[in-house]
């Protein structure tokens, strides 16, 4: 009974000690005169080294303007899972890189502040205000109600990738057209390489190749029949369309076990010149960067028009990425706001490009010295188009997109589905979807057709 | 009664912590899963009551419910029955003291202390459509070695996608009996080695072959130990998880989900907390229910000679 009453006391004693420590820690913010702001940042290809940097400075800076900001960035490669709970229970961080977060979730829970104050103000280390700085399309992804509730730090956009190396050796040069791309498939795939990679084990990878089809096949009418989820917008004969010369590409030029390859293996399966081609976001460069061997030359081109297609082949498969936002909950949401108006501003987007290989959502935000070949190569790509587009759907139904879109794709690609049943059952999931009470649709802004020549 | 009291307390402070953990890691989250079964919430938002709604989901035709349910027998059926039936044949051979048992023991059980993840890291390695695959590899050397016979076989396109979505189940069973054989091998050995040997010098003398002392004296005296390990194979099998999670990169499809994945898929990909909570009630009633069945079946009446 004696050594049971120490062991109480004892216990007592430990619990009084670690709750005096947490005032301690609690108390020790609030006395300084110190402000902290917490940013968390997704630690995916691009690492948190960079933002760790401009982190530093922008303390320095603000120093000097007699504030003592103290900015707590970490990363992490769960991002989300770290940052769900703390939303849950008000507790977020001031900044939040966004990564596989339902993003329009916490915007209609009203979890999101918006930028638009923020994006009013002067931007950093440029005349005029932030807004203006975006090139056109940057700030569309996250915007309804007039609103804008993520800042891009990235600009993305979707690429056919080439070794410039192989092809000058065999004399192929980059098609503009879709015949010529089959063409250039059966030219490579008669020296013995397999002409196309693909990361079959992410069927998802190929939507954007298709979504591309689309426009080129369709126009930016059938992209916006798809956004705004009108009924019938994948039976669309442009669509059907373009599901058809996808299957066609996959069931003739797909490398033989590439449904079975994952994003690396089917990467290192292109960097070593056992596929000619691969289909895929900016990030490749960076994400192979530690696999690409000595004279591999990666470049990039568009996906090519189509012949008889009514959409502007100038037009890319891009918008903004990385995206930041403020949590609602946050403590010090108007410095969170801050440090990203800092962060993604001219002054810093020339360095972003040389360390990370990022290319700024900014215009001319980008050196082209900055960059590397294969990122430079991406620059003329965009700097060569007239617009971007993008495709809402996958990141708005979820479950759509889990149980109906991408094994969809995966047996239309296999040749397991026919174009015509693949676009019926798109159709048919998204009805199926749009009946859930709790389905988030936010206002959609139909891209103007004529802005980029193109007409219904 | 002053004695009496002072050791109700002393088991009271001994149980407690146990008590505690269980109720705040175990039995408070069950009772919450339970009521989120009953709700529509996306876990970041505000739930809302919806009765059965979740329930009557799983149960509606073409959900992926029943699909993975069915998968999950598949596995049970078929990598269950291989792992029995050569843990059985395995411990019965080590039993008769073949030569190298020891080793044989060893190398059994060996790939049961390896973590599920690298177990399924190491056969995407193996199953590999790419030059790292050595199953492929492997293949193709043979396909090769009969066609210079002249034999057009095997006539499958090589590198064959065995981590295809597609096969993927069936890619699975080699793995699940190569990892689980040896656990089951060692519990129904250890069973055996139980049995007296008298046993089995009184079979032989009768004239008994070693497959009627197999049937008639080991496999009735090892039963309650075999009604275990059908336990635990049943609730390993309900319980799936890691290798499917690791094998499709956290993307399992229609073709490879389990009741584990889909579960995990719904609450945290989907944020479909209510559907994934009514999946995790189902997997608990099966494992609760399949638990009893085997107990039942273990207490029937007990073989002695």
Known sequence: MKIMCQYVVALCCAAALLSGCDAVRRSGGDASEEVKVEVAVFEGGYGVHWHMGVARRYEQEMAAQGRTVRVDLWGDPRLSEKIKPRVLRGDPPDLVLMHDLPLWLLIAAGKVLPFDDVLDQPAVGADGRWRDLFMPGMLATYRADDRTF?????????????????????????????????ALCDSIQATGIAPLAFQGKYPGYAWFTFISLVQRCGGLAAINRINLMEEGAFRHPDVVWAASLLQDMARQHFQRGAMAMTHTESQLQFVNNQAALIFCGLWLHNEMKASTPPGFEMRCFTVPAVEGGKGNPRLINGAGSEFFFVP????????????????????????????????????????????????????????????????????????????????????????????????????????????????????????????FGETS | MNRDYGRSIFIAVFLAPALVLFTAFVALPGVRALLYSLQRWDGLTEARWVGLDNFARLFREGDLFLIALGHNLFLLAVAGSLILVLALAFAAMLHRRIRGAGLFRVAFFFPNVIAAVAVALLWILLYSATDFGVINAALGAFQRMCHSFGWDWPRVPLPFPFLDSRYL?????????????????????????????????????????????????????????????????????????????????????????????????????????????????????????????????????????
């Open chain 1, 150 to 182: 993520a800042v891009p730090s990235a600009v993305q956009a979707w690429a056919c990738w080439y070794d410039a190396r192989l092809f000058r050796r065999h004399g192929w040069t980059p098609p503009a057209t879709w015949a010529q791309f089959m």
């Open chain 1, 328 to 451: 609602a909950d946050a403590r010090r949401p108007e410095e969170g706001f801050a440090f990203a108006r800092y962060m993604i501003s001219p002054r810093n987007a020339p360095e972003m490009g040389r360390a990370i290989g990022v290319l700024s959502p900014l215009h001319g935000g980008t050196p082209r010295e900055a960059l590397d070949p294969p990122l430079q190569s991406a620059m003329d790509m965009i700097d060569q188009a007239e617009g971007f587009f993008y495709e809402r759907t996958f990141e708005l139904l979820l479950e759509w997109t889990n149980q109906v879109m991408q094994p969809g794709l995966a047996a239309l690609l296999r040749g397991e589905l026919t174009p015509e049943a693949y676009c019926a059952a798109l159709d048919r999931g998204m009805a199926e979807a749009k009946k859930n009470p709790d389905l988030i649709i936010p206002v959609y802004t139909p891209f103007d057709l004529t802005q």
């Open chain 2, 169 to 305: 189940l069936y890619s699975l069973i080699p793995m699940m009996v190569w990892s689980a054989v040896g656990f089951y091998m060692v519990l129904f050995l250890a069973a055996m080695e139980g049995i007296p040997e008298e046993y089995y010098e009184a079979a032989k003398i009768d004239g008994a072959t070693p497959l009627q002392q197999f049937r008639h004296i080991t496999l009735p005296l090892i039963r309650e130990v075999f009604t275990v390990g059908v336990v635990f194979l049943v609730i390993t099998s309900l319980k799936f998880f890691d290798p499917i999670w690791v094998m499709e990169n956290q993307r399992p499809t229609r073709d490879s989900h389990v009741l584990t994945t889909l579960l995990y898929q719904k609450v945290f990909t989907e944020y479909n907390v209510g559907y994934g909570s009514a999946v995790a009630v189902m997997l608990f009633l099966l494992v609760f229910c399949a638990t009893l069945i085997s107990l039942k079946l273990s207490r029937a009446e007990r073989v002695e000679y």
